[in-house]
């Protein structure tokens, strides 16, 4: 499939790469102006900065224009900071000028309430399809040209290449300037209330610039599903790893970022199902974020999971085999080449396994290191880690750990294998360490466990672009109106039955007739009570399974006499592998989500579960199946195999039926029984809406 960029004006484009890389600049507001002209200065802006104001004659030594009309020029960005009532006619008077996008400054606008929702409203027609960044943010930040639409302190500085991030926190974003871990960044943009330009139009344009190396989202919200699923995928094909953190994901958190930029975070669990299927690594911290950022910016997404780790501590080779294990790491053996060398390089007295403890006899010894280091970088894994934790410069001498670094430097140049070397504490590898590493293409870690995580998500994004050919964009839901009516189960069952999915042989019947109809059936049966009024007739009464007689039909209808006076009979399906539950819903902002997992009547206990936007193909079905915990038992474990072509085959057409569907609104097959020679829905709930008339 070809890269797809999202729907948006050429013109457009052209005015928001304008402003993102700015080659003059106006300003509009007082003290905040100001800052933000001496902060373009401070990061070494080369262009024209135009400061406005109605009364001022200059600031900051400039001179000052008193409207956008008199500017010599249409600019190619402004930063607007003045009262928010005042914005709306500056940027409709820039807008009108030709500029290319404007970054927002001020508050009060939808994250204030109805009255701010209003006034949003009459921004968005002032910008008149001009970008526009905010409002409700601090501004932007391009380390890559030299421009700081920004009216306070940063900590960065100018690069030739790096990672953009976008953050709807202006204090996340200032703070992620300050940090100390050598994370290159090249563009910071904080997205505010993202009332006319949102991340995904933003995240298109930067996948333009050959110097983005990676992007990180930092989000509250996802407002446009479908356009962030198309500028996704285009990431993904273009070869540009994409790392989210997202805020939300607890009743407290999702409340939290309502009240403070108006964004709606939708179901965690269709975000998570969003981001996975867009090959974009979600991380849960800071911290996780800025070290996946840096390991993906040297190193890009990574071929497979097997790593190696060497260190002069059996207890960091154990700390971090355990947390490998956490996030999916394999720790293979050493190829028997490697052993043998690296057993002849250190000795007896060392165990030879990976992770390695190579201890201290070759503490201290660069040639020895070295060698050791080739042979561990020469195993041919997907990357290859390093422990080592500088000691405090202000009472320490760092002489042999210097030493370690310079062998492992040079044992890299040799091989060139992917490495990392990483500290088990933040503060463990100094901030000139760290750039040194990274001007040698050596990736600075802090953190044994964010280091991993970070692999982790670099070995994610590269199963992702591997299948990303197969993988379609979202579709823009579909709007259901009318009130919500659910189908009987013998309904909802002629439904997916004529989609090609097996139900039980079975009949309708009235209470009288179902000894009869049990019996022209044959035993064992099941018998149900129907009713468009019963979504759970276990708990109601209303299943009986496992009727052998027509006596005991008799009876079971009669016990279920005071619930509905239509009984649905039904072959027992017996031989079961495993129950299914397999789910639609559809989502106002996400549309249809197919959820498979552990079915039967602990669905709720066992919560086990894989959620997937649709369309899904068959491969990604069977691949969700993989990972539930169950699958052991649908592949044989200790008993016969379930028929999982079959399975698969019955999913997928569940999810198309759904999909053919555009008044549905819920759809639950619990369970679908896993069987030797097929699969069987044996329990349906569909509801639609009503249509008129």
């Known amino acids: 499939m070809s890269v797809e960029s999202t729907s948006v004006s050429p013109a457009r484009q052209r005015n928001l790469r304008r402003l993102l890389a700015p080659e003059h600049v106006a300003v509009f507001g007082g003290d905040a102006a100001a800052e933000a002209i001496r902060q373009c200065r401070r990061i070494g802006f080369a262009g024209q900065v135009w400061p406005v104001h109605p009364h001022r004659t200059e600031i900051e030594g400039l001179r000052c224009y008193r409207s956008a009309a008199e500017l010599p020029e249409a600019p190619d960005a402004a930063f607007v900071a003045v009262p928010k009532e005042a914005t709306i006619g500056v940027v409709a008077d820039l807008a009108a000028r030709g500029t290319g996008g404007v970054v927002c400054h001020a508050s009060g606008f939808a994250e204030h ?11 968005v027609d002032a910008a008149a399809g001009m970008p526009l960044i905010g409002p409700n943010c601090i501004g932007l930040l391009n380390y890559l040209d030299g421009a700081a639409l920004w009216p306070d302190q940063h900590g960065g500085r100018r690069v030739e290449r790096g990672v953009a991030v976008l953050t709807q926190s202006g204090n996340i974003g200032q703070n992620l300037t300050m940090q100390r871990r050598s994370l290159p960044l090249a563009q910071l943009i ?16 930067l996948l333009e610039d050959p110097r983005i190396t990676a992007i990180g989202l930092h989000l509250e919200g996802v407002d446009d599903v479908a356009a962030l699923s198309r500028v996704g995928l285009r990431a993904l094909r273009a070869g540009i790893p994409v790392v989210v953190l997202k805020s939300g994901s607890s009743e407290l958190g999702a409340q939290a970022n309502l009240s403070h930029t108006s964004s709606l975070a939708g179901s965690d669990v269709l975000c998570d199902a969003l981001f996975r299927r867009l090959g974009m690594a979600r991380v849960h911290r800071v911290e996780t974020f800025v070290e996946a950022l840096k390991f993906l910016h040297v190193h890009g997404p990574l071929a497979g999971t097997r790593i190696a780790s060497a260190s002069c501590s059996g207890g960091e080779a154990a700390l971090v085999a355990d947390l490998a294990e956490r996030r999916g790491l394999d720790l293979p053996p050493f190829p028997d080449g490697t052993g043998r060398q690296l057993q002849r390089l250190l000795g007896d007295r060392v165990a030879v396994a990976n992770p ?6 070759i503490w201290g010894d660069r040639p020895a290191q070295t ?4 042979e561990l970088l020469g195993a041919g894994f997907d990357a290859h880690l390093l422990l080592v934790d500088f000691p405090r410069e202000d009472r320490c001498a760092d002489g042999p750990w210097v030493t370690t670094v310079d062998a492992f430097l040079a044992a890299h140049r040799q091989v060139g294998s992917p490495a990392c070397v990483v500290s088990s504490l933040p503060e463990g590898l100094p901030e000139q360490v760290g750039e040194r590493l990274l001007a040698e293409g050596m990736a600075p870690m802090q953190g044994v466990a964010d280091c991993l995580a970070a692999i982790s998500a670099a070995a994610e994004i590269g199963a992702a672009q591997r299948r990303s050919d197969a993988t379609a964009p979202l579709e823009i839901p579909v709007e259901v109106v009318g009130e919500p009516h659910q189908l009987d189960e013998r309904a909802g069952k002629r439904a997916l039955s004529a989609s090609g999915v097996a139900t039980p042989e079975g009949a309708l019947t009235s209470a009288d007739d179902a000894p009869e109809a049990a019996a022209r059936i044959g035993f064992p049966v099941v018998v149900k009570a129907v009713s468009a009024d019963l979504a759970h007739k276990t708990e109601a009464g209303g299943v009986r399974v496992g009727l ?8 079971a209808v009669a016990d279920m006499a005071g619930l509905t006076d239509a009984f649905l009979v039904e072959r027992m399906v017996e031989g079961a592998v495993a129950e299914l539950i397999v789910g639609v819903r559809r989502d106002p902002q996400f549309g249809l989500s197919l959820t498979i997992g552990a079915g039967g009547v602990l669905v709720e206990l066992v919560r086990d579960s894989v959620t997937l936007l649709l369309p899904a193909t068959r491969e990604q079905i069977a691949d969700a199946l993989r ?20 399975v698969v085959d019955a999913i997928t057409a569940i999810a198309e ?11 639950d097959v619990n369970p679908l ?18 249509e008129d008339g």
């Open 548 to 555: 052998t007689s027509g006596e005991q039909v008799r009876d």
């Open 627 to 646: 990972d539930l915990r169950i699958w052991p038992l649908l592949a044989g474990f200790r008993g016969p195999a379930a028929d999982v072509p079959a």
């Open 190 to 205: 904080t997205l505010g209330n993202g009332a006319v330009t949102g991340a995904a139009e933003l995240v298109d344009a």
């Open 673 to 690: 029984l896993a069987t030797p020679r097929g699969a069987v829905a044996v329990d349906v709930l569909i509801r639609r809406a009503k």
């Open 356 to 361: 390695l403890d190579y201890h201290t006899y």
């Open 657 to 667: 039926h759904a999909r053919g569907d555009d008044a549905l609104l819920e759809l």
């Open 371 to 374: 060698a050791c280091f080739a």
């Open 113 to 123: 309430g109805p009255d701010g929702s209003a006034l949003q409203e009459s921004l």
